[in-house]
């Protein structure tokens, strides 16, 4: 994306066959005050649906257009098989509730927005007005993992270049262990059980790794460094480099030889006396594994969790939990 509040741009490489004349300021409505004030994307969070708090009457039409675009057909998808051919990341989403329209609406232009921008941060992205340096060496492939409730919309995000996995919840509630949680789960800000449906990002076993996003964010540089400290070993050259260059919240402690995630911590639903921060579960890189899938699954199954808040209550009693 290039320009200012009075012009924004889209570049893309040409596809062969098809034309890349479609029109470029689709995204002005959305995106034209945030590239002017350096903001990235104004967003809210309710029922699991991303709405945009101060621009939702301005961005009914974004994703329908993008619709229309060859660049967003699921045709368009990176080649794979090739020596030459760069590894895909594992891009992922949540369509967790979808009980208002507007709310859908809302997602599905936020996950245009969120497209676009790891598209620009990609190996693919050729614009000379990048705001980086520094250009990625990975592909890309966009998920969105759609609750079965809301199956009628996979559709919409496989028309703008998603693959859409429509899944149940991976743990039914009567298969958690009596106790606080089982009967407590449901009521739980937002989503209840359904949210645990992003643990299916640690399934797509064909990419090195996996990001799960939020819809309320966008990307502005290449994550490049969190990728190759996952994908290459703590002792190559491309590992330590990568290792050297991590911002930490702890830079004291010694990485692990093998780094299987990485995650933020969320601070805002935290009390600044509190030892403990919960993690932010709207961005998550990890390497895909089955085995850490299940051992999710087991973990809630067993119920170990303590009404509360702080030291003792939580999950296993630790003070993960009760911040919201």
Excluded at 104 to 120: E, N
Excluded at 124 to 144: G, I, Q, V
């Amino acid at each position: 994306i290039s320009g200012s509040r009075s012009k924004i741009s889209l570049h893309y490489p040409k596809q062969r066959g098809r034309s890349n004349s479609w029109p470029k300021i689709i995204y002005a409505a959305v995106l034209a005050l945030l590239a002017g004030s350096g903001l990235i994307w104004v967003g809210t969070m309710n029922d699991g649906i991303a709405s945009s708090s101060s621009t939702t009457t301005t961005t009914t039409s974004l994703s329908s257009s993008l619709m229309s675009s060859p660049l967003y057909s699921p045709a368009v998808q990176v080649q794979l098989g090739k020596p030459e051919a760069p590894a895909v990341i594992a891009h992922v989403v949540s369509l967790i509730k979808c009980s208002k329209q507007a709310r859908v609406t809302g997602f599905l232009d936020a996950a245009a927005v969120l497209r676009h921008s790891i598209h620009q941060n990609s190996v693919h992205s050729n614009s000379s007005h990048s705001n980086n340096s520094k250009k990625s060496k990975y592909s890309y492939k966009m998920y969105a993992i759609v609750h079965e409730d809301c199956k009628e919309h996979a559709h919409s995000l496989d028309r703008l270049g998603y693959t859409a996995l429509v899944k149940p919840s991976p743990v039914k509630v009567k298969d958690i262990a009596e106790g606080y949680l089982k009967g407590h789960v449901e009521m739980e800000n937002c989503c209840g059980s359904a949210e645990f449906i992003k643990l299916y990002a640690y399934t797509l076993l064909e990419h090195p790794v996996t990001v799960h996003w939020d819809m309320d964010v966008a990307v502005f540089q290449p994550l490049d460094d969190l990728f190759d400290a996952i994908i290459f070993p703590s002792d190559s050259v491309p590992g330590q480099s990568a290792r050297s260059r991590l911002e930490l919240q702890h830079p004291e402690r010694p990485l692990p030889t093998q780094i299987d995630a990485f995650l933020t911590r969320d601070i805002t639903s935290s009390n600044p006396w509190e030892k403990r921060q919960g993690v932010q579960g709207g961005f998550l890189v990890a390497r895909p594994s089955m085995s850490h899938f299940e051992r999710y699954l087991t973990f809630i199954k067993e119920g170990n969790y303590t009404k509360g808040r702080g030291e003792g209550s939580g999950w296993s009693g630790l003070g993960y939990g009760g911040f919201q």
